[in-house]
């Protein structure tokens, strides 16, 4: 049986899926769907549009709940959990379309993001100050979030998840619409991040140079349904994934 598990994994789990599914309507969205994600390791989430993606993001951040299946996370049942409790336990995701508080400032909208942690303005200041250096904001701290160029409004989006200081972070396309030499400074802040602050991402892009380049594993999603799993190099040489996915990318 095809199996999404970490077989060669030092790491712990941190988020396991157990036949998660989820239906609207008569779509079958997400089917039996279970993987592992492990402590430290970049996993992609890679398949064509409409595969369930974004829909598998939703159910285990809580902001939907699953039609039937089981999610853990650190070790705790958190199937139907909402969203709140989901990232105050430390799993925090980016929204595929921006989701920031336009009239705010890119200061604001950080800080926001570490209040449910961080007491004291002082300590939420220096949160926000050193969020915004890691993504390159420091200069942008005054400008209204909804004025920034496209590539920082993408940034903003990673700043505010980072400020509420998550163990695992969940990414969906963060990489649209960003240049070159975005997309480079993009990949080396999510090595930063894995490395140099110890947490775990799983990473949903179309942007397949940068899915192979970054990735430990990778999982290909067809039609809701697990189409293959393995490291970048098993999966792009994979037939099923090339005539489902790789043949026709976006
Ligand atoms: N709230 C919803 N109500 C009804 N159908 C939905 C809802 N959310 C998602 N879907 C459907 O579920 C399927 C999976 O959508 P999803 O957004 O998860 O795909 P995706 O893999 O993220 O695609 P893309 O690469 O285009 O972002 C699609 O057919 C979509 O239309
Ligand atoms: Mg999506």
Redesign the pocket.
């Known amino acids: 049986m095809l199996s999404a598990n970490h077989k060669d994994s030092k790491g712990k789990i941190l988020l396991k899926a157990d036949g998660l599914e989820?239906k609207?309507?008569g779509?079958t969205?997400?089917a039996n769907f279970s993987f592992e994600l492990c402590d430290g390791e970049i996993l992609g989430l890679i398949?064509?549009?409409?595969?369930?993606?974004?829909?598998?993001?939703?159910l285990i951040s809580g902001f939907?709940p699953p039609t039937s299946g089981k999610l853990s996370f650190l070790g705790q049942d958190i199937s139907g959990k909402n969203a709140t409790y989901i990232s105050r336990m430390g799993l925090v995701r980016t929204f595929?379309h921006d989701s920031l508080l336009s009239d705010m400032s890119v200061a604001d909208n950080i800080i926001i993001a570490t209040t449910h942690r961080l007491k004291s303005t002082a300590a939420r200041q220096e949160k926000m100050r050193e969020t915004a250096k890691q993504t390159g904001l420091e200069d942008y701290l005054d400008v209204t979030a909804g004025s920034l160029p496209h590539g920082l409004q993408r940034m903003l989006s990673i700043a505010i998840a980072l400020a509420a200081e998550p163990k695992v972070l969940c990414l969906?396309?963060p990489l649209t619409g960003l240049q070159g030499v975005e997309v480079g400074a993009a990949l080396d802040l999510f090595e930063m991040i894995r490395s140099e602050l110890g947490i775990t991402i799983l990473l949903?892009e179309?942007n397949m140079r940068a899915v192979m380049r970054i990735c430990d594993r990778i999982l290909v999603?067809n039609h809701?349904r697990l189409l293959a799993a393995g490291t970048p190099e098993e999966v792009s040489q994979n037939e099923l994934v090339i005539e489902a996915y790789l043949g026709h990318k976006k």
């Not at 398949?47 to 939703?58: I, Q």
């Open positions: 989820r609207f309507g779509l969205a997400v398949g064509p549009n409409g595969a369930g993606k974004s829909t598998t993001f939703n939907i595929q969906d396309e949903v179309h999603l809701g």
